[in-house]
């Protein structure tokens, strides 16, 4: 009985019939998960770039006049929504404008601020109108200046590999002077 199952060991050792399909199999594995992992990096990279155009051309937008209403507001968010297509920032991510003013120099608060294209309830990381607003601190306004905060918060999903990466945030910011006047009035 030994000697049997030591010539079936000692065969089975020796066979050599369906090692490259074991190898085909293991390392296309990895060539799978590679490619994917290739597709969602570009994925990542391309909502980025989007988020990135959309947060610079609504500041754009806004600051190209002394004044700006409800309307025009809603207009530019919807520019913004165009620039990134074909993905919607839906319940998962939120634009959100903010207008600051300097009372004294080096004192900046936020007069308006709007919430557009996306719908999530994000705060915004430069506070809440009336209150004091968070700037880098490279950025300084004297009395009287103002400065436009557009700002896109974004839950990141991947698609394929949710279980291994989780999900993550992304954030962008722009900051913008008025070009045509020191304010930006919003009208109803």
């Not at 369906?18 to 994917?36: C, H, K, P, R």
């Not at 319940?91 to 294209?117: E, L, M, R």
């Not at 945030?169 to 070009?179: A, N």
């Amino acid at each position: 009985m030994i000697a049997r199952l030591n010539r079936l060991l000692f065969r089975f050792g020796r066979a050599r019939r369906g090692a490259i399909s074991v190898e085909f199999a293991l390392l296309s594995i990895v060539a799978v998960t590679i490619l994917f992992s290739g597709f969602e990096f570009g994925r990542y990279v391309l909502l980025s770039t989007k988020f990135d155009r959309a947060v610079t051309s609504i500041g754009d937008m806004v600051t190209q006049s002394a004044q700006v209403t409800g309307t025009d507001i809603s207009e530019i968010f919807n520019a913004g929504q165009q620039i990134v297509q074909p993905y919607d920032l839906g319940s998962a991510g939120v634009v959100i404008v903010s207008h600051v003013t300097a009372k004294n120099k080096d004192d900046p608060y936020i007069t308006w601020q709007a919430k557009g294209v996306g719908s999530a309830t994000d705060a915004s990381p430069t506070g809440a109108k009336g209150g004091k607003a968070k700037l880098p601190s490279y950025m300084t306004l004297d009395a009287g200046e103002s400065v436009v905060v557009v700002e896109l918060t974004y839950k990141y999903t991947p698609m394929l590999f949710d279980l291994l990466a989780g999900s993550s945030d992304i954030y962008r910011v722009s900051y913008h002077r008025p070009r045509k006047s020191d304010t930006i009035e919003l009208l109803p």
